[in-house]
């Protein structure tokens, strides 16, 4: 206890996390998500009022951290599901995947020429939205040269339409009656980011956070040859890209609970693993949401948001009829 006392001197020393009301609130709420007390969408929800209202009266990398967290909660997870169940997963969704990848990616581009954006927005917000979001826009960017100003606006309209997507997919999902895998598909293709994709499947039951988890993760594997595909259309010169390092730790994680725990053990660890990702994601939605504040949305110009708005429905609808239609 000694130690925790004096850890918190030091940061209350470091000026960057000073005693104000609004990051005792903070602390608060992060504290609720830690305990199940705040669920994920609840979470994000106070991290943008945060945001809007105190985002400029603390230092703390709090987004990085998120980040973070969202990945250990990632790999944790990654124990609780099967090799086998990964592997089915994964080959059951491979056309629908490779279809909204490839539908999105030429959509955008097409309507980022009518809307006579920048070719650079155009291959963010479509790349984003095609893929994974905020990794992916970091990744095309790097191979594109993007600007920051380009970047900054693509990953803000991303993650606006990333909170959206959280608070509304799962009442559209209990609206249509979808099943645990059918939701769990559908929020894999139709959210942006892992972290959003995350937050509504586990509100909405623990199937769907397995088959969305799962879905989603192979989806992100297609950041990199669509860098190559980027960096050759925009004639840059430069290709850059990498294998999110957490995924692999997830199917590491995946293999050693298919081969060398016993399905007891793992029932056992299950009932403490799958509390403790669900927190995690909770929490790192909550400090993922106090990084947008008023100067991020203000910055965001209009047909760029349009473009954002157009090709997420596009993507949102269509993967809900073809999932509801043709999968069980």
């Known amino acids: 206890m000694p130690y925790v006392f004096q850890l918190i001197i030091n940061v209350q020393n470091s000026k960057l996390f000073p005693f104000t009301p609004a990051n005792i609130l903070l602390l608060v709420l992060s504290l609720a998500c830690i305990f199940s007390l705040l669920p994920a969408s609840y979470a994000l929800a106070?991290?943008?009022?945060?945001?809007?209202?105190?985002a400029d009266q603390q230092a703390l990398p709090l987004s990085s951290w998120a980040s973070l967290l969202l990945k250990i909660a990632i790999v944790l997870l990654g124990f609780s599901l099967p090799l086998a169940e990964l592997w089915g997963t994964a080959?059951?969704?491979?056309?629908?995947?490779?279809?909204?990848?490839?539908?999105a990616l030429l959509l955008g581009l097409l309507i980022a020429r009518l809307l006579k954006l920048d070719a650079q927005q155009g291959w963010l917000i479509s790349s984003g939205t095609a893929i994974c979001g905020g990794s992916a826009i970091a990744a095309v960017g790097s191979s594109i040269k993007a600007n920051s100003h380009n970047m900054v606006i693509s990953l803000a309209i991303v993650f606006i339409l990333n909170a959206v997507a959280l608070f509304i997919f799962p009442a559209v999902g209990h609206w249509l009656e979808l099943s645990q895998s059918q939701f769990g598909l559908w929020a894999a293709l139709g959210i942006h980011d892992t972290s959003s994709v995350v937050g509504a499947a586990a509100v909405y039951?623990?199937?769907?956070?397995?088959?969305a988890t799962t879905t989603k993760l192979s989806r992100a594997l297609w950041i990199i040859p669509l860098a190559i595909v980027a960096s050759i259309s925009q004639h840059s010169g430069k290709i850059k890209f990498s294998l999110p390092l957490f995924i692999v730790f997830f199917l590491l994680a995946s293999a050693i609970s298919s081969f060398l725990l016993s399905p007891e053990l793992m029932a056992q660890v299950g009932t403490y693993i799958k509390p403790a990702s669900k927190n995690l994601f909770a929490l790192s939605l909550l400090w993922m949401g106090t990084s947008l504040n008023r100067a991020a949305i203000k910055s965001i110009p209009l047909r760029s948001?349009?473009?954002?708005?157009?090709?997420?429905?596009?993507?949102?609808?269509?993967?809900?009829?073809?999932?509801?239609?043709?999968?069980?």
């Open 46 to 54: 106070a991290g943008l009022l945060w945001g809007w209202f105190f």
């Open 91 to 103: 080959r059951d969704s491979f056309v629908l995947t490779v279809s909204v990848i490839a539908g």
């Open 205 to 211: 039951g623990e199937e769907a956070l397995e088959v």
């Open 305 to 328: 948001m349009l473009l954002g708005i157009i090709l997420w429905l596009a993507v949102s609808i269509s993967s809900l009829y073809v999932v509801s239609q043709w999968y069980p």
